[in-house]
């Protein structure tokens, strides 16, 4: 992991770019840690849609977490920002908008096409980071994990015996192979759900809720849009994490 920048935000909390390999990423610490003090950590998982265009949404979910004590770190999803392009997923997602422009079912094979690379290439990535940041001075355990794709935190929450608890957003499409894997997870979960989401199967994401193994789990379901989440939701996923990880 090499850093790249540095800047103190409101003087409470200390955002610091990096790179890990080819992997752009940005870690935000509260100013109050040390090596002696550790805070626990949360991956915070962008949509695809590249870091630059989501920081504003990033970087408010770090302060919250920084002012509850916590450590957060977010990497660029591959194919995305200014990673290099990644024709396939380019190809399934034309597919994707082809298909919904024309009012037409969306296939398993487009579902698969689109998530399931993207969840084989980025769930290693993640584990690569978690390794990274785990070693850092003033970091420790617990982890929690909180955002989308939900079918990488799905991966992840089998996979990643280090993650604890996590935050999952039901806002993308689900391919039927992850919903074996969410019988197998076990960890806490809470799920957000924008029941009036344009671009997301409502009932997938109810059928894979229901599919999750975990013997805790919320959902956590509010009217409107993808973009639409409301403060409490927000505040109620923050005091999830604070039961869990404290």
Excluded at 17 to 43: D, H, M, Q, R
Excluded at 74 to 100: F, H, K, N, V, Y
Excluded at 147 to 171: C, D, K, M, N, Y
Excluded at 237 to 246: D, M, N
């Amino acid at each position: 992991m090499h850093f790249t920048s540095e800047q103190r935000l409101d003087d409470a909390v200390l955002e610091r770019e990096f790179t890990l390999g080819e992997i752009p990423g940005i870690l935000w610490t509260p100013a109050s840690v040390s090596a002696s003090a550790p805070a626990p950590l949360i991956l915070l998982s962008p949509p695809p849609l590249g870091l630059r265009r989501t920081y504003p949404r990033l970087v408010a979910r770090a302060r919250h977490s920084a002012a509850d004590g916590f450590a957060t770190a977010t990497i660029e999803l591959p194919g995305s920002g200014d990673r290099p392009r990644w024709p396939a997923a380019e190809q399934a997602l034309a597919d994707l908008r082809r298909a919904m422009e024309a009012g037409e079912p969306v296939s398993d094979e487009i579902i698969d096409a689109l998530i399931l690379p993207l969840v084989d290439k980025a769930v290693p990535e993640w584990q690569a980071a978690l390794d990274a940041l785990l070693s850092l001075p003033g970091i420790g355990g617990p982890v929690g994990y909180s955002g989308g794709v939900i079918s990488i935190g799905t991966r992840l929450a089998v996979v990643e015996p280090r993650i604890s608890a996590a935050v999952l957003f039901a806002g993308s499409f689900v391919p039927r192979a992850m919903f074996e894997e969410a019988r197998q997870v076990t960890i806490p979960l809470h799920v957000l759900l924008q029941w009036d989401d344009e671009g997301n199967d409502r009932q997938a994401a109810l059928d894979l809720f229901d599919a999750f193994g975990s013997k805790e789990k919320t959902l956590h379901a509010n009217m409107g849009g993808h973009t639409g989440v409301p403060q409490h939701a927000g505040d109620a996923a923050a005091q999830f994490f604070t039961r869990h990880l404290k």
